[in-house]
């Protein structure tokens, strides 16, 4: 069994800067798959970024490339999401999931565990 707990949200202004911590605790292992997503009102929950505990391959969805930087601490047990140039648009509530087994995701019924979110808003 493992618990994901964000944290780092909050609010801040058009180009502004945020990081989000997801700290796990129980069993992990290197070939876990950590994610986040995010949920605006009224939209579906989507893919943001993800990290396999290894740290050898990350992946961004393409409205955040080049904004947002995932990273982990494998002796922390901790995933990060670095977001810089933030917009608008980027207000969500956003969570960390973790999938089991090799291969990537971005589909999140693929994902067994998840935190309870932290919400990030965005103003003009």
């Known amino acids: 069994q493992v618990q994901l707990v964000e944290s780092g949200g909050g609010l801040v202004q058009a180009g502004g800067s945020l990081r989000l911590s997801c700290a796990a605790s129980?069993?992990?292992?290197?070939?876990?798959?950590m994610a986040w997503f995010r949920q605006a009102p009224g939209k579906d929950r989507e893919f943001v970024s993800g990290?396999?505990?290894?740290?050898?391959?990350?992946y961004y969805a393409d409205s955040v490339k080049g904004r947002f930087t995932i990273s982990n601490d494998n002796a922390k047990k901790t995933v990060y999401l670095q977001m810089d140039s933030l917009k608008p648009e980027d207000t969500a509530v956003y969570y960390c999931?973790?999938?089991?087994?090799?291969?990537?995701?971005?589909?999140?019924?693929?994902?067994?565990?998840w935190g309870q979110g932290t919400q990030v808003t965005v103003s003009r």
């Open positions: 999931a973790l999938k089991r087994g090799l291969g990537y995701s971005k589909i999140p019924t693929d994902f067994g565990a």
């Open positions: 129980g069993r992990t292992f290197n070939t876990d798959f």
């Open positions: 990290i396999r505990w290894s740290g050898t391959m990350t």
